[in-house]
């Protein structure tokens, strides 16, 4: 395995460790459901971090998927769905596998909204979930069954859609699922590019004597971020980060935070 969980070509990324038969046995049914139906698809969520070598230090169950569709099935997801075997809850991006819950987040095709509208009024952003699927790259990963592929989003998109939901949970006032987003971004943050020499790299042409080393993983992932952002995603990175930067008053927290817009400003990024 590569840096930050990045196959190397023909190899084959161990993640039986992580990735339980149940959930080996989920991922299998719906990513043949989604080819079936020809729906692009990716994983998102702390699943897709996961699968590419982030260590969250917390255990999840649960999966994350936004697929991208025809406008003709709009208003028969579920069906779709429960005819792939999941069964619906009471909200409506959620549903059930066994004892396990899936989060399927669907985007259109030719669509330019900004939001997804629920049936229980709830309101959530869907930018960056276009260019999460677009973006994502196949994997293939060990279980105990035996070998499945999937296709996972880039870590800094999956970032950046964390960065939304901790943003709307603040602002909703949900704060204990805020801290659940916004610890998972700070673990990627530290932990991004800490295998390659790109962070050495950062310190020489950087070189802020303050974070340093601390600060390169955060740096390096709003520089990739940009590469990769539309222009949505750049209109809304900066208030997004401030309004998960303020919440919590904490000074290595905040420093994280302020590394990752320094990368996603910095001038010679691309």
Known sequence: MSRNGEDIAGEVSKMDHVVTKEQAELIF???????QHGWNYALIGA?????????????????DFTVLINTDVKENIGGYLRGCGLKETRIPHRYEFKEMLVDIIPVFEG??????????????????????INRAETKKI????????????????????KLVACSERVESNDFDYADKH???????????????????????????????FECAGS?????????????????????????????????????????FKRGFSYENNG
């Open 29 to 35: 049914r719906l990513t043949g459901c989604f080819e």
């Open 47 to 63: 699943m897709g971090l996961i699968v590419q070598g982030i260590e969250l230090r917390r255990v999840t169950m649960d999966l």
């Open 111 to 132: 669509s330019g909204k900004l939001f997804a509208y629920w049936s229980t009024s709830e309101k959530m952003s869907i930018v960056g979930y276009k260019e999460a």
């Open 142 to 161: 060990e279980t105990d069954p035996g070998l499945i592929t999937i296709k996972v989003a880039p870590i800094p998109l999956i970032v950046f859609l």
């Open 182 to 212: 916004l610890n998972d971004i700070l673990k990627c943050l530290e932990q991004y590019e800490s295998a390659s020499d790109r962070r050495f790299d950062y310190i020489e042409e950087v070189g802020w004597a303050e974070d340093q």
């Open 219 to 259: 740096f390096l992932m709003g520089m990739d971020l940009k590469k990769i952002s539309s222009w949505e995603i750049q209109e809304s990175f900066v208030n997004y980060v401030n309004t998960c930067r303020f919440y919590k008053q904490n000074g290595s927290r905040k420093m994280m935070l302020d590394c």
